[in-house]
């Protein structure tokens, strides 16, 4: 009975070990796990930003109540569709419980511009975050250091600097409530009806060279990146011509 029990004991501890090794040689390691409700992570700052990355940074412009120009940057901003080109980007309040101005500026008047932000523009870009302008400055584009040109379709100042620019007409605004005042969201939706592109960036074969622009994406934390290198992998084909010719269409823009 002793030498069963022992028996017993030792290969438990056997599979214990075989386990422990399985996880953590084969499978690359522990996986950790939380439930962001009971926000169980166990670290030091909360993961869930640096694991949805990197974030196209959609730096909005817009024109204010008074006539003056507001540009502001957000960092959950994406294309939704290409015929008509859909974009978003959703909007927290801000630190005093308000819906933000961007957001009000396009609700009132139905239009709004993304520019692109490039490594060169990151430092303006991160100006233009501020909640309020200081005195002294007339609106965000002056304290930014920022160029403002005008739009060809819509009353709303562009980033001259800007490699690239969506001019945007208004389509709608979801509002989700969230556990907090600050997390509530405005998610805006808006088509894109008019794009400018530096002619500085168009190769010869008519693509864009995202690389040389070099945008700036957003992280988790204060991190940011920057894209300055990609590579083409193309999906498999269909047999039918017909649908090859709208997969190229849908994914690779060709025409």
């Known amino acids: 009975n002793i030498i069963y029990k022992t028996k017993k004991f030792y290969n438990h501890i056997k599979r214990l070990i075989l386990d422990f090794f399985a996880k953590f040689i084969f499978q690359g390691g522990i996986i950790m796990f939380y439930e962001p409700s009971k926000n169980d992570h166990g670290l ?73 932000v490039s490594y060169d523009l990151r430092e303006a870009m991160n100006r233009s975050s501020i909640f309020k302008v200081p005195n002294g400055y007339k609106d ?11 739009s060809n379709l819509i009353d709303v100042a562009r980033v001259a600097e800007s490699p690239i620019q969506y001019e945007c007409k208004y389509i709608q605004t979801i509002r989700i409530p969230a556990n907090d005042t600050l997390a509530t969201v405005d998610v805006i939706i808006g088509q894109v009806i008019g794009i400018h592109i530096a002619d500085e960036y168009i190769l010869p074969d008519g693509k864009i060279d995202i690389c040389r622009i070099q945008p700036v994406a957003r992280l988790g934390y204060f991190d940011f990146t920057v894209v300055n290198n990609s590579f083409e992998m193309a999906p498999p084909k269909v047999d039918d011509p017909e649908n090859q010719r709208l997969v190229d269409k849908g994914l690779e823009g060709k025409v």
């Open 44 to 116: 030091s700052r909360n993961p869930f930003k640096s694991c949805t990355v990197p974030r196209v940074i959609g730096w909005i412009s817009t024109k204010n109540e008074d006539g003056t120009d507001n540009i502001a940057p957000y960092s959950q901003f994406t294309n939704l569709t290409f015929d008509p080109p859909l974009v978003l980007f959703s909007s927290n309040q801000n630190v005093i419980g308000d819906r933000k101005t961007t957001v009000k500026n396009i609700e009132r008047t139905g239009q709004f511009v993304y520019n692109m």
């Open 140 to 150: 965000k584009f002056e304290y930014s250091g920022l160029t403002k040109a005008k």
